[in-house]
């Protein structure tokens, strides 16, 4: 996938003195030693190696925003803009630095020295780039309220789900199934692997005609409609997402389906019926990242009395390790404000306190990879249109997002899983041995 249309030149001169050495050298605290990539600066000097991925800074303003921003969220915001090019293929070029940020062990996280820090300031003064932080880019979030009030998550899913039907349309295949498919090969289809996916939720929840579902945030529908469609079950789905309950409620007219699937517009803490009339089972796919951390045993208490004694929940849900708790500083900034990932382990033990008994934990990270390339194509080829609707800056920041995320469930920061579960008090119907 390429980041520009831009190749980089086989051979590169240095301008001896430029802006590009000067940075080098103010960097090589930072990145343990010289730089990893061919650093092209906006007085056209370059330094690096000759034959590492180019990065060209094309404006002091790149610079002026890491001084402020140092990391990951400083160097997303000035790619986001165009500040700074990634020049090539710009999954090799992250790769490529990941890989040189674990040679070096960079990834501790510990400050730089005063002598970096002074340093640092000094070249950034030689060079004229001192000053007040560039504002914030317009496609970066901006979320108030209490965190995870009812009002903020409405706020948080618009500015992610809200972007239109039909920008989303052009990335996922036709059932607009936003989550990790199944993938039989890395060969099959995108849309065979998101039906194999909504077929496997189905069976491990032991839906039959007439059962009742509840899909607690059911996005564009993809399984309240193949639910309803392929299994017979009669379904309540509920999102906070308007623009996607137009879109659903306009495929359930089409369909046929109004007395089988219902869409509500409700947060999840609204969504557990009275006593007596639980569901016979509960389904909840990718939406437990947006609940964060302190709400998760809400949530969990959601999912355990919303369902029937003896009935099924399963979730699919993405984990995180490492440093970074949540989502990461880009995906939390840009993408999904106040999404929380942690590790599969620790949601387990939420779901049990929560009291639910966890029956089965499935682990489907290389699938995801799978997926988001799928999407990525998808996203490549549409290119063109998509910028028309959303603008340059949202595509680049949604190429850094497929980009970054497939390589995240690659090399095994994140992960996803599907956690199948029963409420307890009455005789289950789960099969003595796996046969979903």
């Given at each position: 996938m390429s980041a520009s249309t831009t190749d980089r030149p086989s051979t590169?001169?240095?301008?001896?003195?430029?802006?590009?050495?000067?940075?080098?050298?103010?960097?090589?605290?930072?990145?343990?030693?010289?730089?990893?990539?061919?650093?092209?600066?906006?007085?056209?000097?370059?330094?690096?190696?000759?034959?590492?991925?180019?990065?060209?800074?094309?404006?002091?303003d790149a610079?002026?925003?890491?001084?402020?921003?140092?990391g990951e969220l400083g160097a997303a915001q000035a790619y986001v803009t165009g500040e700074i090019e990634?020049?090539?293929?710009?999954?090799?070029?992250?790769?490529?630095?990941?890989?040189?940020?674990?040679?070096?062990?960079l990834s501790g996280g510990g400050r730089p020295s005063a002598a970096a820090m002074k340093q640092a300031l000094r070249t950034a003064k030689d060079l004229g780039v001192l000053g007040l932080p560039p504002a914030h880019p317009?496609?970066?979030?901006?979320?108030?309220?209490?965190?995870?009030?009812?009002?903020?998550?409405?706020?948080?899913?618009?500015?992610?789900?809200?972007?239109?039907?039909?920008?989303?349309?052009?990335?996922?295949?036709?059932?607009?199934?936003?989550?990790?498919?199944?993938?039989?090969?890395?060969?099959?289809?995108?849309?065979?692997?998101?039906?194999?996916?909504?077929?496997?939720?189905?069976?491990?929840?032991?839906l039959e005609p007439g059962m009742r579902l509840l899909d607690v945030g059911c996005g564009w529908g993809s399984l309240s409609l193949h639910a309803a469609e392929h299994f017979g079950a009669t379904v309540v789905g509920v999102t906070i997402a308007a623009e996607q309950k137009k879109f659903i409620d306009a495929r359930i007219a089409e369909r046929g389906l109004q007395d089988r699937v219902e869409i509500r517009l409700q947060d999840y803490r609204d969504a557990v019926p009275p006593a007596g009339q639980e569901y016979d089972a509960?389904?909840?796919?990718?939406?437990?990242e947006h609940?964060?951390?302190?709400?998760?045993?809400?949530?969990?208490?959601?999912?355990?009395?919303?369902?029937?004694?003896?009935?099924?929940?399963?979730?699919?849900?993405?984990?995180?390790t490492?440093?970074?708790?949540?989502?990461?500083?880009?995906?939390?900034?840009?993408?999904?404000?106040?999404?929380?990932?942690?590790?599969?382990?620790?949601?387990?033990?939420?779901?049990?306190?929560?009291?639910?008994?966890?029956?089965?934990v499935h682990a489907m990270r290389e699938h995801y990879v799978h997926t988001v390339a799928g999407w990525l194509e998808r996203f490549e080829a549409n290119i063109d249109r998509l910028t028309e609707l959303v603008g340059e800056e949202v595509v680049r920041v949604w190429r850094l997002y497929l980009v970054g995320g497939a390589m995240a469930f690659r090399d095994g920061r994140m992960g996803v899983d599907q956690i199948l579960m029963v409420r307890p008090g009455a005789a289950h119907t789960l099969p003595w041995v796996r046969d979903f």
């Open positions: 590169a001169p240095t301008a001896a003195g430029g802006v590009a050495a000067q940075l080098a050298e103010a960097l090589r605290p930072f990145v343990g030693g010289d730089l990893p990539v061919r650093l092209r600066a906006w007085d056209g000097s370059e330094a690096g190696p000759a034959d590492a991925p180019l990065v060209e800074i094309r404006t002091p610079v002026r925003r890491l001084l402020w921003r140092p990634v020049h090539g293929d710009l999954d090799a070029a992250l790769t490529h630095a990941f890989a040189v940020a674990k040679e070096r062990d317009a496609s970066q979030a901006r979320i108030r309220g209490r965190l995870h009030s009812k009002l903020r998550d409405i706020r948080s899913i618009s500015h992610h789900y809200d972007l239109s039907n039909e920008f989303y349309s052009l990335i996922l295949e036709p059932s607009m199934a936003y989550s990790s498919g199944y993938h039989s090969s890395p060969e099959q289809p995108l849309e065979e692997a998101q039906a194999a996916k909504l077929s496997l939720v189905c069976r491990k929840l032991g509960v389904s909840s796919i990718e939406m437990g609940v964060g951390q302190s709400n998760y045993p809400t949530y969990a208490g959601v999912l355990h009395d919303a369902v029937k004694p003896g009935g099924r929940v399963l979730i699919q849900q993405m984990s995180r490492g440093r970074w708790p949540g989502g990461g500083p880009f995906i939390e900034s840009f993408i999904a404000p106040d999404m929380y990932m942690r590790p599969v382990g620790e949601t387990v033990a939420f779901l049990e306190r929560g009291g639910l008994e966890v029956r089965d």
